[in-house]
């Protein structure tokens, strides 16, 4: 008769920790308990004919075996053959052996009863833990009987044990417990328990995160555990990163996407799951689940923050059924839709993709229409936010229609309907409005029918009039939307904008406002620099209003590094350097041009900037404005006094010297400067437009080449200009220019030069064995406009290329 107190979960052997449980009296097993085939204690005893004893299912097997392999039905124990294989029930050994088992039960169950606290050895805890493991899964009705021991409480106790195998097999049992039993599973979930077990999917050890995820997946089976697994914080953010984990356990990662399938039946859990960018669930709740339902997760749609890839993924799964939504729901319903669709169409991608599910209609609809079927103004403004970043897209609006008669968005009524809709309502739909009309402006296919609309609209001084609005977004969207316009509309902006009741004080102030750059800056300082450079009265209003002054330093503080820089600083100075340089194109008809010029020392800002690297268009613009100020160097040149000539030198001319005077500029024959005069041998501006001759960019070549050529002029001494280009080593890459002919007007400009260098007997020689310079000029000479012809034609005769006596062309004017 066996004695192990646990044999009846171990028959094959006696259990090594059965010594622990030795003191606890348990009734032993009896022989006639034991199935001789099995050696386990029978579930259900039967007899054969001969009297001998079997478990049901043990008998049935031997039976099957003999018949498969042809032998005599013969009795496993006596060897004697049977006559048939009926099988007669042993109810009383039966119901012995079931009374044997609920003591039996009993008394293990109030041992593992003893074993179970944190305080006991590791081992006597694991070995009542495997006890209860074997109680349920051998026999799974006798869930019940753990609950009613009240040990499933003792179980999560012993969790707390600093014991990992204890703890590990602890969330084991525990899943065994309540596998297919709710009754154990709320138990279990008293209390803090389920936050406990979250606790451990967090755990550095994969093992106890694995059990810890199966269980939490056992407990989710239960719609209202699920909503109490939600309610813990971090659960859900932990189960999306293991679902998604590369490095998790592939089980593991499966029992995780598992659970979080299961706690989907609650909508707490899917818009958790949504805000840590699992969004499949919520978007499937749109698409499937019930009106109410549908409007709630639009809802909650509408309020994530949501990143590119994610808008894309919203607006190629959901887009078309808020569209929809928008279209035919009811206000909320609309309202949920419309706010869904401004946070997804704000990606270029997902725009486009709304685009084609055909939003812009309806759109357009809502923005326009009135009466009983209109929304209310804060919902016109999140159609009004939609539209813009639609237009912000990039998409070809020209063809895609918005209006029963097949209107586009650039449609001059269209247009008109958006600019009448600016005006007539308030400073978050206007400004959301103005950035549509920015939108549509920032492209080249679609700004001249937005200008040609604006212009038949009469709309220009209201939009100019945004400039001194308090709103600064609505300022700033205004200020962009001018900016598009300048350069097909400057002189009527100009207008608009000078005078006594223009907003040309609003637009310096707005330039030069802040410490770092802001986005509307750059705009402002670019649409202030669009107007027309030659507007005599917007320079002479500016010039009052102490506007370049202001400039000046702006663009000292940038170069002296006082001014943050960020993506806007390029544009910004850009826009200020071209604001400044439009005092240099007044300056023979303003002599307060002049002065302030010269007080402001002009001409070396414009120098120095001519070293802006990476700055093109500053160099390009400073080059331009020395070319300016240096045209105006002749008029302002302070020629020498002469003596006057004696009686005698009146009478006898062969007694006259001619006077001799020194420190005067060789090419303007007076004193001369780069402050008073703008003269471009002072200051090292020469030697600096020399070096742009070799810039990448042509319009800079240009404007640099157009500087120098004003040394060079008919009023001048070209001979010592020539000379002053040959000290400053400027020859050489003139004729490169000319060779490279990257531009008609390049190469017009250095025809003209290279003309006026070739009157030195000394160039031109030397120019006549460069097959190259020769093949450049005659290339001019033959394919040039008249004038260039012209000039390509007296070049050619000063290298010999072409005789004097040529009469091809009248005498060349200078």
Known sequence: MADSWDGSFDHGSQSDDSHLFDRFHIEPIYDAFICPLTKQVMRDPVSLENGQTFDREAIEKWFKECKESGRKLICPITLTELRTTDLNPSIALRNTIEEWNARNEAAQLDMARRSLYVGNAETEILQALKFIQHLCQNNPSTRHVVRNAELIPMIVDVLKSSSRRVRCKALEILRVVVEEDDDNKEILAEGDTVRTIVKFLSHEQSKEREEATYLLYELSKSETLSEKIGSVNGAILILVGMASSKSENVLTVEKADKTLKNLEKCENNVKQMADYGKLQPLLTLILEGPPETKLSMAVYLGELVLNNDMKLFVAKTVGSSLINLMRVGNMPSREAALKALNQISSFEASAKVLIEAGILLPLVKDLFTVGAQQLPIRLKEVSATILANIVNSGSDFESIPVGPDHQTLVSEDIVHNLLHLISNTGPQIECQLIQVLVGLTSSLATVLSVVSAVKSSGATIS???????????????????????????????????????????????????????????????????????????????????????????????????????????????????????????????????????????????????????????????????????????????????????????????????????????????????????????????????????????????????????????????????????CEAEAIRPILDVLIEKRTETLMRRAVWVVERLLRTDDIAYEVSGDPNVSTALVDAFQHGDYRTRQIAEHALKHVDKIPNFSGIFPNLGQ
Not at 566 to 589: C, H, K, Q, S
Not at 642 to 653: M, W
């Open 463 to 725: 939009l100019v009039q945004f400039i001194e609005v308090p709103q600064k977004d609505l300022r700033a969207a205004s200020v962009k939307l001018l900016k598009n316009l300048s350069p097909h509309m400057g002189q009527e902006l100009a207008e608009c904008i000078r005078g006594p009741s223009g907003q040309l004080g609003g637009l310096v102030k707005i330039i030069t406002e802040n410490i770092s750059i802001t986005e509307e800056q750059a705009a402002a300082a670019g649409l202030l620099a669009d107007l027309p450079e030659r507007d005599m009265g917007l320079t002479r209003q500016m010039l009052d209003e102490g506007a370049f002054q202001l400039v000046i330093s702006r663009v000292a503080r940038i170069r002296q590094g006082e001014t943050r820089g960020n993506r806007f600083m390029t544009p910004y100075l850009e826009g200020l350097v071209r604001v400044l340089a439009r005092i240099t194109f007044v300056l023979a008809d303003e002599p307060d041009a002049v002065a302030f010029c010269q007080e402001q020392n002009l001409a070396s800002v414009f120098t120095e900037l001519l070293q802006a690297a990476g700055l093109d268009n500053v160099q390009m613009v400073s080059a331009i404005a020395l070319e300016n100020l240096s045209h105006e160097c002749k008029n302002l040149t302070r020629l020498p006094e002469l003596p006057s000539p004696g009686l005698c030198v009146s009478i006898f001319q062969c007694f006259s010297k001619k006077p001799v005077t020194t420190g005067l500029c060789r090419v303007h024959r007076g004193t001369c400067s780069l402050k008073e005069t703008f003269c471009l041998l002072e200051g090292q501006a020469l030697e600096k437009l020399v070096a742009n001759l070799d810039h990448t960019n042509e319009k800079v070549v240009e404007a640099s080449l157009a500087a120098m050529s004003t040394l060079l002029e008919d009023e001048l001494d070209i001979e010592n200009g020539v000379s002053v280009l």
